[in-house]
């Protein structure tokens, strides 16, 4: 979800049309429910994007990696999968 928000974030333009998509879909009024949630195409998409740019796995080596060598910066991972995008 943390990279989610970071690629909306980045696209402004992208965050506008989520934001838009879900004021229409539910407003400022109602509660978010599943039925809701089949409603928010867009919405669905970008979290469909966003977890086809960053390979969950690459998060999860980079702290394997962490503790199995102690000279790899995770910052370091971080950052340069940030420059990935």
């Known amino acids: 979800m943390a990279w989610c928000l970071l ?3 980045k ?3 992208i965050q506008q049309k989520a934001r838009d ?3 229409s879909v539910i407003g400022t009024s109602q509660p978010l429910t599943y039925d809701n949630l089949d409603q928010l195409e867009y919405c669905g998409c970008v979290v469909k994007e966003t977890l086809r740019l960053i390979d969950s796995s ?4 980079s702290v394997h990696l962490w503790g199995s060598l102690a000279t790899i910066d995770i910052a370091t991972l971080d950052s340069l999968s940030t ?3």
């Open 11 to 13: 696209h402004p333009d």
């Open 21 to 23: 998509e879900v004021m």
């Open 83 to 85: 420059e990935l995008i």
């Open 7 to 9: 690629m909306l974030a």
């Open 58 to 61: 690459f998060s999860l080596s």
